[in-house]
């Protein structure tokens, strides 16, 4: 198990600085530069600016110099808000995103788990038949127009009782986070509802399921012990890729739900062509993601023993 | 001994409904097992012999499968068609059962020794210790070497002789007064076939446990029954003792699959011959003998009328399915002739 986990931490450390080198060659691939925008440029002020920030030299250098700052932590200083260095911006927005996205990750396993369970016990009955159309709504419908109706629905709510039932807008307490959070959620759990499904389906079907009758145990011990265990390993397997679509998709919730996360500076930072900013967020980015399709990995070796021992 | 029958099976028929249509897959077979027999019931593949025991112990798949009739009655009292909570009074307690492919019949996720407790936990309300401690005096009792180790390994890390043998442990678990052996050794190979057989009659032998086991191989049949029920497009076409099946065949199939058996006598330099055609559609079964088609006897009443189960009154455990056991049928080379007149069944 500990060979495992090195394994999988050693090559993650691969993928982030393939990461960090491919966003860094793309970002000097876009025409322009960030001093372009400043407003007093005359020539020398450019070139000023651009010696101090070490913009002069060839870009072969400023990726020595730029992945040994990042070895040691340091991401910079950003371009175009003054005197902000990218670890404090990354520090101060990023547990909002990342709550949102736990939160998000976990109604969205959580439910996926239980409506999968759910339709696959009364398939082809009612209850099978109207999860299953919610389920194609939520994978087709995207997640700023449940954003703008789960607010549009709060307003409304919030009218007819004339109280504040759950805030509409803005950031703060836990009830800040429960509707954005679900509406993040929305897509992948309507995901995972029918990949659980499918999962549950085929696993009735199993040699082992029957052995499980003919020794005479209970329905519902066959479905928890036998069934349920097994029918989760395809959602575990989906669960690291999925909080990538989690964390992308909540910029856009983010926006819309006024939360003050990180996805905005990374939007922003990309239209200004905040060189550091764009750097330090796509690779922190990239490193949290990677530790948690890892982190999903050492997990789903604990539900199943055959990856555990091999 | 009591009046009954351990069990009891009377008039099964079993279908199941599938997009082609209705598959009549058992059509009233008969058959009764006795406080430590060991019945075999053969036949090729799709004959209905897994179909039978698996409706009796209630796990076929309902829908599609369906029991449209007969009875089957375990020490006397009716187990077919009871819900789950009915039938798992019996089930893993009074009857054992282990399967064709013992790689897949098992839980990946669950340690043996804890799909062998959660039987005991479950029938005898042991706790979780007590069960380990019996689960591994069972892995001992089925040859299982180095048990204490095995019972926290999971089945991917045994091979598939030992996860029969696991298997096997498990359904006896209980101590059940019968277990059934669904193709027990197809899916392994020859030496551990021996193996698994030598060890289900050992138990057998010792706690008087009945088995009835199905397979469609005549080897594992003369090597380990007593008695023997041969069944054939969803019918048991000939039954008796071990010996009057071997050396007295009364039914064209029974010596087909005879003859196309590999012997190990060294001056019968024969040939082995295969039975020609293929069973019926038991989409639409015949209206005669199912076997007609095939059979190299048949006669014109054969391919009209379903033959009834003669019996010999001499030997009235033995009977065939077959007109040429009628009274004034002509006589077949190589076929036994039943002495009889007495008819019963269809």
């Known amino acids: ?310 | 001994m009591g009046t009954h029958k351990l069990l009891e099976v009377s008039n099964l028929s079993v279908e199941f409904e599938t997009y082609g249509g209705v598959v009549k897959a058992v059509r009233g077979v008969d058959f009764g097992v006795d406080a430590g027999e060991v019945l075999a019931i053969v036949g090729e593949s799709g004959c209905g012999k897994s179909v039978t025991v698996q409706s009796i112990m209630g796990i076929i798949p309902m829908p599609p499968g369906k029991i449209t009739g007969g009875s089957a009655k375990l020490k006397g009292s009716e187990i077919l068609g009871l819900d789950a909570q009915a039938a798992n009074q019996f089930r893993g307690k009074e009857i054992g059962m282990i399967f064709q492919d013992p790689m897949t019949s098992l839980n990946p996720t669950m340690t043996i020794g804890a799909q062998i407790a959660e039987t005991l936990k479950v029938h005898r309300g042991l706790s979780t210790k007590q069960a380990t401690e019996i689960a591994s005096e069972l892995l001992i009792r089925t040859r299982i070497p180095e048990a204490q180790k095995r019972l926290h390994q999971y089945p991917f890390e045994f091979s598939g002789g030992m996860l029969q043998r696991a298997m096997i442990a498990q359904s006896l678990a209980c101590s059940p007064s019968l277990l059934i052996a669904d193709e027990p050794t197809t899916a392994l190979d020859v030496t551990i076939q021996a193996q698994i057989l030598d060890l289900l009659k050992e138990l057998q032998s010792r706690d008087g446990m009945a088995i009835i086991l199905i397979t469609h191989d005549l080897a594992v049949v003369a090597r380990t029954a007593q008695n023997v029920c041969v069944m054939y497009a969803g019918q048991i076409v000939e039954q008796g003792s071990v010996d009057e099946i071997f050396y007295k065949s009364a039914h064209p199939y029974t010596l087909g699959l005879k003859l196309a058996m590999p012997s190990n006598v060294s001056q019968q330099n024969k040939k082995l011959e295969p039975i020609p055609g293929s069973p019926p559609d038991l989409f639409s079964p015949p209206s005669g003998c199912g076997y007609a088609a095939r059979c190299p006897h048949a006669m014109r009443i054969c391919h009209k009328e379903n033959p009834p189960l003669f019996s010999d009154p001499r030997e009235p455990h033995h009977a065939a399915r077959c007109w040429l056991q009628a009274p004034g049928a002509p006589k077949t080379e190589g076929l036994h002739q039943l002495h009889l007149i007495a008819s019963h069944g269809e």
């Open chain 1, 1 to 310: 198990m500990l060979k495992y986990t090195f394994g999988r931490i050693l090559s993650g450390l691969v993928t982030i600085w393939f990461i960090a080198t491919a966003t860094f060659l793309a970002m000097h691939a876009v025409p322009g530069d960030p001093l372009m925008n400043e407003k007093a440029t005359t020539p020398e002020i450019r070139e000023n600016l651009a010696r101090k920030y070490g913009l002069d030299k060839p870009i072969a250098e400023q990726y020595v110099i730029y992945l040994g700052n990042m070895v040691q932590g340091d991401f910079g200083i950003s371009f175009t808000q003054q005197n902000r260095k990218v670890n404090d911006i990354i520090q101060d927005h990023f547990p909002v995103s990342a709550a949102l996205g736990i939160l998000a990750i976990t109604f969205a396993a959580l439910g996926g788990i239980l409506w999968g369970a759910l339709t696959a016990l009364y398939r082809n009955q009612l209850p099978d038949i109207i999860i299953m159309f919610l389920v194609i709504l939520g994978i087709s419908v995207p997640s700023f127009v449940f954003a703008a109706l789960g607010q549009l629905l709060l307003v409304n709510i919030n009218q007819w009782f004339n109280i504040s039932f759950l805030p509409v807008a803005g950031w703060g307490t836990f009830s800040h986070m429960i509707v954005p959070s679900l509406v993040l959620g929305l897509g992948t759990m309507a995901l995972l509802t029918r990949l659980m499904r499918s999962s549950m389906l085929e696993i009735v079907n199993e040699d082992f399921i029957r052995t499980a009758r003919a020794k005479g145990l209970s329905p519902s011990r066959i479905f928890f012990q036998h069934q349920l265990r097994n029918a989760i390993l395809p959602v575990v397997t989906v669960l690291g890729p999925q909080i990538a679509a989690i964390t992308t998709g909540g910029f856009v919730v983010e926006l819309v739900f006024a939360i003050p996360g990180l996805g905005r500076y990374f939007v922003q930072a990309v239209q200004q062509l905040d060189y550091t900013v764009i750097m330090g967020t796509t690779v922190f980015y990239g490193a949290f993601l990677v530790f948690m399709v890892i982190l999903v990995d050492i997990i789903y070796g604990f539900i199943d023993p055959r990856v555990r021992l091999k």
